[in-house]
Structure formats: structure tokens, C-alpha cells
């Protein structure tokens, strides 16, 4: 089964970890030291996530997510606008 995951730096305090997670299975998130740590800890939580969705009689999750990257041309005028334009709901 091939899942699409997210990998992330969060930074906590002066340490930095990363975090990954599926959007195929929300709520399945996992921490690590390294991406590559990060990575196994979400292998190891998807893994359970779906034995118990089995033992459950329930399908394991479809890989439905696809990643697009987006090119935004976006210059400093535009931005200026946008910001004034969220700055009137605060």
C-alpha cells in the first residue's frame, strides 16, 4: 500500500523534531528526532491504525490524496493588498 506523507520540521524550544502524517488517514500524526525517525513512527501508528480498522471489519483507507506544487507570482503590491485585506477582520 503506498500512502502519501507530509513531513514537517517543528521546532520546540531550542530542539528541533519533525512530524509526519498521512491525509489518507486523518488523525494519524508521529513525531520524530530525524525525518527518518518521523517517518517510521508514522509507518509503525498507520500500520496499527489499519490492523485495527481490519480487526473491526472495516476497509483500510484508498490512497486518494495527489500533490500538486503550486507557482505563485505574487509581488509585493499584491501582498501589501492582501494583508490590508485580512488586517480589516482583526
Known amino acids: 500500500m503506498k500512502l502519501l506523507a507530509i513531513i514537517q520540521p ?3 524550544g531550542l530542539t528541533k523534531s ?3 502524517y498521512s491525509p489518507d ?3 494519524c ?3 520524530g528526532s530525524t525525518e527518518e525517525k518521523a517517518l517510521e513512527a508514522l509507518k509503525a501508528t498507520i500500520t496499527h491504525q489499519i490492523q485495527s480498522l481490519e480487526r473491526l471489519g472495516l476497509e483500510p483507507p484508498k490512497h486518494y490524496c495527489k500533490v500538486k506544487i503550486l507557482e505563485i507570482d505574487a509581488n509585493e503590491k499584491q501582498q501589501d493588498d492582501y494583508f490590508a ?3 480589516r477582520f482583526q
Do not use: R
Request: zero cysteines.
Open 18 to 20: 519533525f512530524s509526519a
Open 29 to 31: 500524526i508521529a513525531n
Open 25 to 27: 488517514i486523518p488523525g
Open 85 to 87: 485585506y485580512l488586517n
Open 10 to 12: 517543528t521546532n520546540k
